[in-house]
C-alpha cells in the first residue's frame, strides 16, 4: 500500500458524486465524509431495489411485495404499536421494522437470500 500525503487525507472530491437536486454536505471530518457518502450511497441503493419492485394492497390493508408476478412476500402496519410486520414468502418468522421502506427491503433481501440458497 502507498502512504498518502497527510493533506490528501481530508479531500473529498464531490465531482464523483452524480449529479441530482440531491444535497450532499461534504464539509467536515473524514469520518464524518464517509458517513455521509454512506448514507448517501445507502439512499441510492434503497431507492434502486425499491424500484425494482412494485407494491400494491389488498382489501385488509397487506401490503404486497411482487417483482414480475412472483409474489415476494407482504407487510402490513400493527394497530397496537405503529410497527410494521414483515411476512416474506417462505419465511416463518414476523420480524418489526419501524418504517414501512424497511420492511419491503427486508421481504426483498429474504427473497433474494432463498433464490440464491
Same mark, same amino acid.
Given at each position: 500500500m502507498f502512504a498518502q500525503? #497527510?493533506?490528501n487525507l481530508n479531500m473529498f472530491d464531490s465531482s464523483i458524486l452524480p449529479k441530482s437536486n440531491c444535497w450532499l454536505d461534504v464539509s467536515g471530518s473524514t469520518a464524518n465524509i464517509q458517513l455521509l457518502l454512506h448514507q448517501f450511497l445507502e439512499k441510492q441503493s434503497e431507492e434502486t431495489i425499491l424500484g425494482s419492485v412494485e407494491i &400494491? !394492497? &389488498?382489501e385488509?390493508?397487506?401490503y404486497r411485495?411482487? $417483482?414480475d408476478s412472483?409474489?415476494?412476500g407482504t %407487510?402490513? $402496519?400493527d394497530k397496537k404499536n405503529g410497527l410494521w410486520i414483515s411476512q416474506p414468502c417462505n419465511y416463518k418468522l414476523k420480524p418489526l %421494522? #419501524? !418504517?414501512s421502506n424497511d420492511t419491503a427491503m %427486508?421481504?426483498?433481501e429474504m427473497s433474494a437470500l432463498v433464490t440464491a440458497a
Open positions: 500525503p #497527510e493533506e &400494491d !394492497s &389488498d385488509s390493508g397487506k411485495v411482487w $417483482r412472483h409474489l415476494l %407487510f402490513q $402496519r %421494522f #419501524e !418504517s %427486508f421481504v426483498i
